[in-house]
């Protein structure tokens, strides 16, 4: 039987969608925050999790939420700054075991990590894939991608 988990997750855009959809098919107990009331159509139909319209960098809302039972919190908004401050509240004030933040300038990796908070960087793992395709086409014997 699986370990299901409470995960908060902050944007509800495109990527947001994606992860809250995965983890409430496997169970978890799914709690999505945006501003924007329409992007909560990204969720499937079969999104068993809850829907909390408001922002997630204001404690009411954060409250609402019930982060502090968190297991799991995860920003993925378009803005940095915002994906910082809610997953650094998370974090400090709300004591969640594992906070995930996505960012888009590298810069701030640093930043995030001296502050306990787990990162992924799409503009960094786009480089890396634009680069490995690119070295390994180039040393290919046939021309294809490995």
């Excluded at 829907?51 to 502090?68: F, N, Y």
């Excluded at 933040?101 to 990796?109: L, N, W």
């Amino acid at each position: 039987m699986k370990n299901n988990r409470y995960i908060v997750i902050v944007g509800c855009g495109r990527l947001g969608s994606i992860l809250a959809n995965q983890l409430s098919r496997e169970g978890n107990l799914v709690v999505v925050i945006d501003m924007d009331d329409a992007t909560f159509n990204n969720l499937s139909p079969d999104f068993s999790g809850f829907r909390l319209q408001g922002d997630a960098t204001r404690m009411p809302v954060l409250k609402e939420a019930k982060v502090h039972k968190a297991n799991v919190f995860i920003a993925t908004t378009h803005e940095d700054n915002v994906n910082l401050m809610a997953a650094q509240v998370a974090r400090k004030i709300f004591k969640v075991p594992h906070v995930l933040a996505r960012v888009f300038d590298p810069k701030r990796e640093e930043v995030y990590a001296q502050l306990g908070i787990e990162t992924i960087c799409p503009t960094s793992v786009a480089a890396d894939m634009f680069f490995r395709a690119v070295t390994n086409r180039a040393t290919s014997h046939n021309g294809e991608c490995k």
